[in-house]
């Protein structure tokens, strides 16, 4: 028997690695009901930038020479909600087609022009080209800029027109232009 304990002893042993052995390479997983999570939330605000133009109230042009240039006034941006960011302004454009139609005879018509304010009125060169978009004012985060053109008649035309009640459209339009800057 004396022999027998020390075979017994190391069976048992070995049993015991065994079982240590085997529970050591067993993974536990909880069931779904036991799994915990974790919520992550954000808020983005509403800053979504809208605007609108206040445009200048209408105008009229009084027939005679050179003396009757007349300021269209400042176009005004409004931003109405959200912010304009550092890279981001608005741009105010204006066209206009250069023809005041009679409003009894449309077949007769007088040219005008639009120009800077400091453009020399004598030289039609220094009108804005009819059809094209100009930029009148602008609003970036920190300031604005505002730059109305004189509308004006030459003096040959004055002179040429039909008598009656002419009638001509400028159009404003708006943008937002992103800058990179």
């Known amino acids: 028997m004396k022999k027998l304990i020390p075979l017994l002893l190391a069976l048992a042993l070995l049993l015991s690695f065994g079982s240590t052995a085997l529970a050591s390479s067993h993974e536990y997983t909880p069931d779904d009901s036991a799994k915990l999570s974790q919520t992550i939330t954000t808020v983005i605000p509403d800053n979504k930038l809208t605007w609108y133009l206040e445009i200048p109230a209408d105008i009229t042009i009084k027939q005679g020479g050179y003396d ?6 400042n176009v005004e941006i409004v931003v109405d909600s959200g912010v304009l960011s550092d890279k981001q302004k608005i741009e105010a454009s204006l066209t206009y087609d250069g023809v005041l139609t009679d409003e009894d005879n449309t077949d007769n018509k007088i040219n005008y022009l639009l ?8 030289y039609e060169e220094t009108a804005m080209k009819t059809g094209t978009a100009y ?28 008598i009656g009640n ?5 159009v404003y339009s708006s943008k937002l232009v992103e800058t990179g800057a």
């Open 166 to 170: 002419y009638e001509g459209t400028v």
């Open 68 to 73: 009757a240039r007349v300021d269209l006034t």
């Open 135 to 162: 930029v009148v004012g602008t609003k970036t985060k920190d300031a604005e800029t505002y730059n109305a053109p004189d509308a004006w008649v030459t003096e040959y035309t004055w002179d040429m027109a039909e």
């Open 115 to 122: 120009s800077d304010k400091n453009a020399e009125p004598e």
